[in-house]
């Protein structure tokens, strides 16, 4: 068990000018978490000779391994590979198992080979290589020591690839990484400040092990690491965890890395319900988050966003009645759009928003953020008023989050 | 005209760990490209004093402005603003108008002030203070000789109010940045291969100017950027242009940084025309989108997500026959869906998108990826098929930007 360090160097001028979201080093710290391997640097360099050397030199006087993304392309603006030869004192050489996978690449398209790729078969010397099954432009490792560098490309299907299929197996028979455990506590429906009083006491007991709070907009997990893993410390830690759920039970949706969307899905299919949503306030986001899961046709039956009160009323159902004294935005209007689309699809479940998303449309007596829920399963009906911010779009994920969490209480009886 | 170099330190192991994604650094990124001014490095490290002090060692070496987030909290584990402390020799000292504000907003939440909040007013005596209206941290700036440190809370709220209120303003009176000019051109359906094909004369004609593509799954953006803006290169660049323009102008939907779901809200907006959807291949996305502009509800009367063929009959008006015939994943459907949700709400566009986003659901003769769309302005019609990957997340995202370019097309008679 020994401490090994990891940095990620991002090569990519789009990434320091604010044009790419650096969404290639997040992943790879995940991946590395998930393993148990600490990642201790990031670091986005510009793809130039003088930066990727100092970065390199730096890299290799703090870390033990080394993960290299971008600028491994054939184009001529791509320096990196001969970068590296140079930083290595090595040279590139033609590698033939290489050219051959690039010309294969080339035929199974159908198109002739530009020259230009054929630069992707030089490599250098001294480089170990990683096989880049879906694209031209080979991995490359280097050993200095007992230190390792790996060199992928930036496009991210490739460099994931090149991670899952072989860097991790080679970083695992090098090193050995440290044994540990993680636990997660996703919630949603109460503040982090709320969730602290609540386990204050539980927390204070096991002080011992360390916890942390991730607050997000749509919720906040609770996540526990502990790198003993003797029986005596795994029992312990159930025993916590005992605990943290005796004290907030309703509000944990899930004890892995899954979202709220995938619970709802998993909750309807093991009952065999289905859903339909009425959406005005998040408008056509529930529903958008509900069919990201594979299969949710299963049980998602169809969803109605109504933007005016005449398609409310045509749509849904809602009475002019309700509207004209009570408006739109109400737990009155919110409940029958919620009865609406249960009626409209023949649903066993339905869920309905509506209220101002902002930044405009408040009124005197109804500001920005005001919201107003409502969930139905068989029989029993929820309705609650929200109080959201001023963030239009923060606005409509708190409130589809709010909206299938009190489904899910619901369904749950909780 | 200086060549002033930047460095955004980003401090924080739930980055390191890959819990959060590093939007912060991201975000100050884009500005800073906004008022040309150029990030040179991104650093993420640890909250430890020993990688606070390297990191702000090295970028003193080579930055002449380092801006640094996170670990300002008031919790005992946010050790940054002692360490900064130490790295500038200098002592915290209580700061009586820091304490004013930090009491005066726990007396709006009408909440006591928990006494660690106090720790809040206490700055570096040397450093200057950055105000945080919507926060209890403070933001903390350091001279040396003409290099100028920033230090920001990681909350991207908060930080985001002092680079806009101060930092840049302060940036900009200490340096003269470099002057120069983006253009932007953003196209949709149209690969980027192809981009280039069609553009391959132009850019040999004008290959002193410096163009670059970036393709994302929403469309390829074409970027210009001049240094140079005496009056003779900006009329080079603006005749590079109408010649680009004019090879390509039916894919271009924007010359600014705005999305297709907001061109596509002006183009309503200004001819008086109003939307409906109806989605199944989608799901809820395109709604989503169109919701996320404000002011959306002034053009888009609603939207149906129908994810069963009884739903496709009953609300959309989809013929039995042509379900029957050429099944839900067809362009009769497609077109059929359209005409349908542009008859329930009355309006005087529709689009409408079915196929199979997969993992699951293909058939020997239809395909994973396998995408039909409609548009509809007023008499005028537009269907046809697509075929995306097997990616569900992105199936969905290409389904929604084409179904959309489709409309804006139609509409613009192009």
């Not at 899961?293 to 009475?319: C, H, Q």
């Not at 963030?391 to 589809?400: L, S, T, W």
Request: charged share 25%.
């Amino acid at each position: 068990m020994e401490n090994i360090r990891a940095e990620i160097i991002s090569i990519g001028n789009e990434i320091l000018a604010g044009w790419t979201m650096n969404t290639n080093a997040h992943w790879i710290a995940q991946k590395c978490r998930d393993i148990g391997l600490s990642v201790q640097w990031m670091t986005t360099i510009a793809d130039t000779e003088e930066e990727i050397k100092s970065a390199l030199h730096t890299a290799s006087s703090r870390a033990n391994i080394v993960l290299c993304t971008g600028g491994l392309g054939p184009t001529p603006d791509d320096i990196t590979k001969n970068t590296i030869a140079s930083f290595f004192n090595t040279d590139l050489v033609l590698d033939e198992k290489t050219l051959a996978h690039v010309l294969k690449l080339f035929a199974k398209r159908n198109i002739e080979m530009p020259e230009i790729n054929r630069m992707q078969a030089f490599v250098p010397k001294s480089a170990t290589i990683i096989q880049n099954p879906i694209g031209t432009a080979p991995g490359l490792m280097f050993q200095e020591q007992n230190r390792l560098f790996f060199f992928m490309p930036g496009v991210p299907k490739e460099m994931k690839n090149m991670v899952q299929t072989e860097i991790f197996s080679i970083i695992k028979s090098h090193f050995n990484l440290l044994d540990f455990q993680i636990y997660i506590l996703r919630t949603s429906g109460i503040a982090e400040s709320r969730l602290f009083e609540k386990l204050e006491h539980t927390l204070k007991k096991y002080e011992d092990i360390p916890l942390s709070f991730l607050p997000k907009i749509t919720g906040v997990d609770i996540k526990i690491k502990i790198v003993n893993t003797s029986a005596e410390a795994r029992q312990r830690t159930e025993n916590f965890l005992s605990e943290i759920r005796a004290c907030i039970k309703k509000y944990i949706y899930s004890e892995e890395e899954k979202d709220l969307q995938e619970i709802i899905g998993e909750i309807l299919r093991s009952r065999k319900l289905t859903l339909a949503i009425a959406e005005s306030f998040t408008g056509g986001l529930i529903s958008d988050w509900i069919t990201d899961i594979p299969g949710s046709s299963d049980y998602f039956l169809g969803s109605i966003t109504t933007y005016s009160n005449e398609s409310k009323i045509r749509e849904l159902g809602v009475s002019e009645e309700t509207l004209k004294s009570f408006g739109a935005v109400s737990k009155h209007t919110a409940r029958e759009m919620a009865l609406g689309v249960k009626k409209v699809f023949g649903s066993d479940c339905a869920i309905a928003t509506t209220g101002i998303a902002g930044p405009g449309g408040a009124t005197e007596t109804k500001p920005v953020g005001l919201c107003y829920l409502s969930a139905i399963y068989k029989d029993k009906k929820f309705v609650k008023e929200f109080h959201f911010g001023t963030d239009r779009r923060i606005n409509k994920e708190r409130g589809a989050m709010a909206a299938l969490e009190s489904l899910r209480r619901l369904i749950l009886g909780i």
